[in-house]
C-alpha cells in the first residue's frame, strides 16, 4: 500500500497562472479531503468527496479554486488565477469513508505551491 | 473563525521530561478528538484520539485527557525522546458521516537531548 499519493510535491508558479494539483487516495478509500497549510492557519478544511461526490465544499474560495474527482483513483484541486496568498502547502488525505468525521484521515505529504 | 485552539505555539523540553500540549475547541456538539503528529516534510499522521464519552485515553508513552465540561484536552507525551520532535495537531469533530475534521494552528515540540 503506497499510501496517498500526491503530485507535484513542489510547484513554482507566476502570479496569475493556474495550478492544478493531483491525488491518488488509498485503494478502498472512498473519501477524500483537501486542506490547505499554513503556519499562520494551520490545517484548513478546504473540501471533500465521498464516493466521488461532492459532499462539503464549504472551505473552498469560492471564485478560483475547484475541486473534482472524476473517478475513485484520483481527485484534483485547480485553482485559477493563482495569487501570492494561495502559497501554502495543500494536503491531500483520505479515510475508509464508513463514518468520515471519526475516521483516521491518512495524509499524502502535500504539494508545496509557491506564487511568485 | 478557529474553531479549534492549541496552545503553546512551541514547546521545549528536555529528554526524559513530560511534554504537555493543550487543545480547546468551540462547538460543543464535536465528539471525537485525534491528535495528528506531523514531520518535516510529510503529512500529519494520526497518533491517537479520544472519544468525548472517555475522560482519559493512553497509548503507551502518550495519553489525552478530556474536560467535556470545561472543552479542553491535552496530550501528554511522557519521557519525551528526541524523536518525538515534531508538530502535533490538535483536531475534532462531529462523529458520523457528513462532516470533517476541524484542526487547529499545531504545537511544534522540540525535544533537547
Known amino acids: 500500500n503506497a499510501g496517498v499519493i500526491q503530485t507535484p510535491r513542489h510547484k513554482v508558479t507566476g502570479k496569475g497562472q493556474e495550478a492544478t494539483l493531483w491525488c491518488e487516495p488509498i485503494s478502498g478509500h472512498s473519501a477524500v479531503f483537501w486542506y490547505r497549510q499554513t503556519i499562520v492557519q494551520g490545517l484548513e478544511f478546504l473540501t471533500y468527496f465521498r464516493n466521488q461526490a ?11 479554486f475547484s475541486a473534482q474527482m472524476p473517478n475513485q483513483s484520483h481527485s484534483t484541486l485547480k485553482i485559477q488565477s493563482t495569487q501570492p496568498q494561495d502559497s501554502a502547502v495543500y494536503l491531500c488525505a483520505s479515510s ?5 468525521g471519526a475516521e483516521t484521515l ?3 505529504s502535500g504539494t508545496r505551491l509557491t506564487v511568485l | 473563525q478557529q474553531q479549534v485552539r492549541q496552545s503553546p505555539q512551541s514547546l521545549t523540553v528536555w529528554e ?18 485525534p491528535w495528528y503528529q506531523q514531520f518535516p516534510g510529510e503529512g ?22 478530556f474536560n467535556k465540561r470545561e472543552k479542553k484536552l ?3 507525551i511522557a519521557d519525551s525522546q528526541p524523536g518525538d520532535s515534531a508538530t502535533y495537531f490538535c483536531a475534532a469533530s462531529l462523529g458520523g458521516s457528513g462532516t470533517y475534521q476541524r484542526f487547529g494552528t499545531g504545537t511544534k515540540l522540540q525535544v533537547v537531548p
Open chain 2, 16 to 33: 526524559g521530561e513530560t511534554a504537555i500540549l493543550n487543545c480547546s475547541y468551540e462547538n460543543s456538539a464535536f465528539d471525537y478528538f
Open chain 2, 74 to 76: 491535552s496530550l501528554h
Open chain 1, 54 to 64: 461532492p459532499i462539503d465544499d464549504s472551505g473552498m474560495p469560492k471564485e478560483r
Open chain 1, 96 to 100: 475508509a469513508g464508513l463514518g468520515e
Open chain 1, 106 to 108: 491518512y495524509f499524502g
Open chain 2, 44 to 65: 500529519p499522521a494520526l497518533l491517537i484520539s479520544i472519544l468525548s464519552v472517555s475522560d482519559k485515553k493512553e497509548d503507551g508513552r502518550f495519553t489525552i485527557f
